[in-house]
């Protein structure tokens, strides 16, 4: 029986003995980091981050961290193409890698030139953490329009948690996504809220209709309300731990205030506002003290925070426990697992295989196959029918 020894010698208990393959933890990096845009190799890299640490310690030392990085946050821009398992994988890889520290200060260092494949905007000289909030925001929104999946929101903003402490100098675009975030959650979460009301005082004008408030409204508005706070969170952290060096968060949070007031004595959120707003009175009162003749510019807005932000001491702002996200495996994985494997091996090995044989896990028949099976079926009811006809006049 072969055994992979990738860089190190296994000395578990429970290793077996047999001939050692050998393999560069460099090689096998790089040769990832060309390969990502292929399903199996997102999988592979997953089972090597969550299941080897000598693996997920080499590339979270890496300096070339976006040599992975951006493969796969370019398999989250193109969500719409890819399969919703590939998409969990690259969410837990990047949640996984957001656990570490130095993994999130690294990120802010590395500056990209350009970002070719990102196509609403011009992305120039952009920090790969940058890029990783945009791309984690933009799949919230699109899982909201489209596939309403709450593992995927719950993972992409477990990562900007985790992510939120070590921000440093996000750009302009990410910390206006950050704050448009919370504005859509905000939204979404009034509707339902609206929506529960209205129920229940049509439930209280008829007493018969008690039992018709649906449970999966007030179970989407508990959801709703769980993202709002880890979004506030996210804010608090970015506010209570990297102020200094995010004058562009302060400029989006002030540019957009408004979206945070109908929830300042909400009771579920109000304390995690308290931090927003004093944040918001300390930079705003400087703006008022400013003697200035003629129209605010963005220039000279600017230029009042980055004077402030040398001054900021952060009186009275409540420390909140950090939230830190970590990914741990259900506890029976091979219900996911072994379906999607075979899900690969089937799409990619180049076999035929009877699609109608397949029980493992959901798949669409070709329209020649479906007709066939239906044809068939129909075939079976007339002949079937004819014997009943026939047994019952003799």
């Not at 919703?84 to 690259?90: F, K, R, T």
């Not at 029918?385 to 026939?390: R, T």
Request: hydrophobic residues 45%; charged residues 20%.
């Amino acid at each position: 029986m072969l055994r992979m020894l990738i860089d190190r010698v296994d000395i578990e208990g429970n290793a077996h003995s047999g001939p050692l393959v050998r393999l560069a933890f460099a090689s096998l990096y790089d040769t990832l980091g060309m390969c990502l845009t292929d399903e199996t190799a997102v999988l592979l890299l997953y089972a090597l981050v969550h299941g080897n640490s000598d693996f997920l310690e080499y590339v979270l030392v890496r300096t070339e961290i976006d040599t992975l990085l951006m493969p796969l946050l370019e398999t989250l821009y193109d969500t719409s193409r890819r399969t919703s398992n590939q998409i969990y994988m690259v969410l837990i890889i990047l949640l996984i890698l957001s656990q570490d520290a130095s993994f999130n200060a690294s990120i802010h260092k590395l500056i990209l030139p350009s970002v070719p494949w990102y196509q609403e905007r011009l992305l120039h000289q952009t920090s790969l953490g940058s890029l990783m909030v945009i791309i984690l925001i933009r799949t919230v929104k699109y899982n909201m329009s489209k596939m309403r999946d709450v593992y995927l929101h719950t993972n992409c903003l477990a990562a900007l948690a985790n992510m939120a402490p070590h921000v440093h100098r996000l750009t302009a675009y990410a910390s206006q996504s950050l704050v448009s975030l919370f504005e859509i959650l905000s939204r979404k979460y009034a509707k339902l809220a609206e929506l529960k009301n209205d129920k229940m005082q049509m439930s209280d004008s008829d007493p018969k209709d008690d039992d018709k408030l649906p449970e999966d409204t007030s179970a989407e508005l508990h959801i709703y309300t769980d993202f709002l706070r880890i979004v506030l969170e996210i804010l608090n952290a970015v506010l209570t731990y990297a102020l200094p060096r995010n004058s562009e968060v302060i400029y989006a949070i002030m540019h957009r205030q408004e979206v945070f007031q109908p929830f300042r004595n909400h009771p579920r959120f109000n304390e995690l506002l308290e931090n927003i707003f004093s944040v918001l009175d300390f930079f705003n009162s400087r703006m008022d003290a400013q003697k200035l003749d003629g129209e605010w510019s963005v220039e000279k807005v600017f230029q009042v925070i980055n004077v402030n932000c040398r001054s900021w001491r952060g009186d009275g702002m409540k420390m909140f426990t950090q939230l830190r996200f970590t990914y741990e495996q259900e506890s029976h994985p091979e219900e996911f697992f072994i379906p999607y494997v075979w899900q690969l091996v089937i799409s990619g090995s180049g076999f035929s295989f009877n699609p109608s044989s397949i029980n493992l896990f959901p798949i669409e028949l070709p329209v020649e196959v479906s007709n066939t099976m239906e044809e068939k079926n129909a075939d079976q009811n007339m002949q079937l029918n004819a014997k009943e006809a026939v047994e019952s006049s003799v």
